[in-house]
């Protein structure tokens, strides 16, 4: 909190998107990529599953088969014996036992979501090992097949999360699954394919993974970075489609700038540090993502800085236009002794950040306004 007085100037660095807060006192189903005729050397092979499935429309004996056994359920996943499903839990573990060690090309896991409180996962890391007890980390399985594929479907979907680029080796392949929203994972089918022999002799990559708890804190971390950048190149699309006035040509570059972003970011690796913040944007690759937003504002006529009052308690969605015409008024009524709030938005339609200044004058109580003071919010997931 910075108290000001009749004359302050208070400064402020405002991003695209940006808040000040004045305290005063059933859909269609769609699947992945293709099979092909390489070889499933998890086809019949043991696994095991940690934790076991627990889930009344689905759990049955043969879940310990059904990942590997080449049968592909049909219909709804939520109520098909032929799937394996966790519920309400943070993370699920596959580990595959190939029977020997194989050189390893690729994996797939095919999954449902979007529906009935059932989120996609958050990250699937592949892990391999020779002996089962020291595993190396061969990447996100999620970010591998969306750099391909793209964001997730919207409504219910089946889809088949593949990659095709490992190159690697081990007789043991773990799929640690980290689960987003109510902790659901539904699966019927696993595989791995195998890779030339040469493989056998090479490096198998990756890097060594400890304590299964930590790895999945990081990936619940990494998973939702992800799906901000999902989302937020969703929601600029949106919006850039939706809002009329703006020429077509307009719009289709704009359209196409978002299409690049939205790909850099589903192929950029994701290394949070330790003082990670969830504090929006999450880097200058993000940024472009609120730079276009700018863009299409400015094409709309708005001008380059743009304050405006919202009802104080309102949420402001990320991607709403800043409004045209006066800024507004803001009153605060209190009772003596009352601390009350009152918002102002500051909307940036230019190419880079701006600083500003903001002023308070001819309150009552000049020259000393130590009852006011001024914070600024930043935008955060």
């Known amino acids: 909190?910075?108290?000001?007085?009749?004359?302050?100037?208070?400064?402020?660095?405002?991003?695209?998107?940006?808040?000040?807060?004045?305290?005063?006192?059933?859909?269609?189903?769609?699947?992945?990529?293709?099979?092909?005729?390489?070889?499933?050397l998890a086809s019949g092979k043991t696994y095991t599953l940690s934790p076991r499935p627990e889930y009344q429309h689905c759990t049955d004996p043969g879940d310990d088969v059904q990942l590997t056994d080449g049968q592909l359920t049909e219909g709804y996943f939520w109520v098909q014996k032929g799937t394996v499903v966790w519920t309400h839990t943070p993370y699920a573990a596959v580990t595959v036992d190939l029977g020997r060690v194989e050189p390893i090309s690729g994996v797939s896991l095919r999954?449902?979501?979007?529906?009935a409180g059932v989120s996609w996962p958050a990250a699937i890391r592949i892990a391999v090992s020779d002996d089962g007890k020291q595993y190396r980390d061969l990447g996100d399985l999620v970010a591998m097949d969306m750099a391909k594929q793209g964001a997730w479907p919207e409504g219910y979907a089946v889809r088949r999360l593949l990659t095709r680029d490992l190159a690697s080796r081990g007789r043991f392949v773990q799929f640690l699954i980290v689960t987003a929203g109510g902790g659901f994972v539904f699966s019927d089918e696993v595989e791995v394919f195998r890779g030339p022999d040469a493989l056998l002799q090479a490096d198998p990559g990756g890097k060594p993974v400890g304590d299964v708890t930590e790895r999945v804190v990081e990936m619940k971390l990494v998973g939702g970075i992800r799906r901000r950048y999902t989302s937020d190149v969703a929601g600029l699309r949106r919006a850039i489609a939706e809002t009329p006035g703006v020429e077509e040509p307009v719009k289709r570059d704009l359209l196409a700038r978002a299409d690049v972003v939205g790909k850099k970011l589903a192929s950029s690796p994701i290394a949070p540090e330790p003082t990670f913040r969830a504090v929006l944007p999450y880097g200058d690759l993000h940024a472009e993502v609120f730079a276009i937003q700018a863009a299409l504002w400015k094409a709309m006529g708005r001008p380059a800085l743009a304050a405006w009052v919202p009802n104080t308690w309102d949420p402001v969605p990320l991607f709403v236009a800043p409004p045209a015409g006066a800024a507004g008024k803001i009153e605060v009524h209190a009772m003596r002794g009352e601390y009350r709030a009152a918002a102002l938005n500051l909307t940036n339609a230019t190419d880079s950040p701006k600083q500003v200044r903001l002023r308070f004058e001819g309150l009552p109580g000049s020259p000393a306004l130590g009852y006011v003071a001024v914070a600024e919010v930043p935008w955060t997931d």
């Open 111 to 115: 999954t449902a979501a979007g529906v």
């Open 1 to 40: 909190m910075r108290r000001s007085t009749s004359s302050a100037v208070t400064p402020c660095r405002v991003l695209f998107p940006a808040l000040l807060l004045l305290s005063v006192g059933a859909g269609a189903i769609t699947t992945g990529a293709d099979a092909t005729a390489e070889t499933n």
